[in-house]
């Protein structure tokens, strides 16, 4: 018999509906962005994809702790704008630096993330 699914699980399709609101609204604005903001956003976005990824890890892993997430989400922020800034004042490609540490721990959360949901699957199968 079926069971019910519990309020946690009941929750989860709201980030996956401001995911498609915020996808949906951010193609339908005509919005531009200048050249020489392009660094900072591009860091910017894979700040959060790696907060956002390192929180679902942390969720199926069972560790997630909110202020560690925000906290997280905010310094990283901080810390990649601050490197592109800096490396525009010197003339040096800093954001490159962040952009290579935040691609390599975003795909070594995915996998990790994999592993954990074919782990549950396999659990789940049996």
């Known amino acids: 018999m079926p069971r019910w699914p519990s309020r946690e699980e009941s929750d989860m399709w709201i980030p996956l509906a401001a995911l498609v609101a915020g996808v949906l ?14 660094r ?4 910017a976005l894979l700040a959060a994809l790696d907060s956002s990824f390192g929180g679902l890890r942390a969720v199926l892993e069972g560790k997630y702790d909110n202020t560690v997430f925000i906290s997280g989400f905010f310094l990283n922020a901080l810390l990649a704008a601050g490197l592109t800034y800096v490396g525009d004042r010197l003339g040096v490609e800093l954001y490159f ?16 993330i994999r592993h954990l949901l074919l782990a549950a699957w396999r659990r789940r199968s049996r």
């Open 25 to 38: 609204l951010g193609a339908s604005l005509p919005l531009q962005i200048p050249i020489f903001y392009g």
């Open 97 to 112: 630096a962040a952009l290579v540490a935040f691609g390599i721990r975003i795909f070594n959360n995915l996998g990790a």
């Open 40 to 43: 900072y956003l591009s860091v």
